[in-house]
């Protein structure tokens, strides 16, 4: 519930205890006047109001808006370039953890793959080794093999030659 203002008891409390009458009539007046005086600034002011503090006011506190914002944009951008920074150092940190990881495990491959890949390389070489070998070997049985035939074609010729002349000779005598 709400509770009743008593005006009396409360512009008695406002003025104060007064030892007598007299006093109390003095303060009653000052207090009398002291509205009065405030109630005509009131009503001055509801009548017609001075916007120029208002003004005053709404102007300090939109230049203390903006240089609220400023820092507050100041400060945001340090941290945006902070977390940049450090966005970008982490990443770099990790591309070469990851180069310094991929180059030891390409390296580590190597060493383990390096006796296979030599042993590969061995067989070529022995295979290499024996393409020719056998290469140089049936040259020299083609080589072989074409004077054989040579030595073979010149001595049919020479039996051919002889059983020519054998036949020719056995005609001529014949006649």
């Given amino acids: 519930m709400a509770e009743k203002i008593n005006l009396i008891d409360t512009l008695s409390k406002w003025v104060g205890e007064s030892k007598g009458e007299k006093e ?9 006047q002291m509205i009065a005086k405030s109630g005509g600034q009131a009503e001055l002011t509801l009548q017609q109001p001075n916007t120029q503090p ?3 006011v709404r102007d300090l506190d939109i230049e ?3 240089k609220a914002d400023q820092l507050t944009n100041q400060r945001a951008e340090a941290a945006l370039k902070r977390v940049k920074e450090g966005t970008a150092h982490l990443g ?12 030891a495990a390409a390296t580590e491959a190597l060493r383990v793959l390096k006796p296979g ?5 061995a067989g070529r070489q022995m295979n290499s080794d024996d393409y020719r070998y056998m290469l140089d070997k049936e040259y020299a049985d083609r080589a ?32």
């Avoid at 109390?24 to 009398?32: G, L, M, S």
């Avoid at 890949?117 to 390389?121: F, I, V």
């Fill in 24 to 32: 109390f009539k003095e303060r009653y007046a000052q207090a009398t």
């Fill in 54 to 56: 208002s003004r005053e």
């Fill in 64 to 66: 203390f808006q903006g």
């Fill in 92 to 103: 770099q940190v990790g591309v070469d953890s990851y180069a310094g990881k991929a180059d």
């Fill in 117 to 121: 890949y030599d042993e590969l390389a």
């Fill in 144 to 175: 072989a093999t074409r004077e054989s035939n040579t030595a073979l074609r010149n001595r049919g010729d020479i039996f051919n030659m002889i059983k020519t002349l054998g036949l020719g000779g056995a005609i001529l005598l014949s006649k």
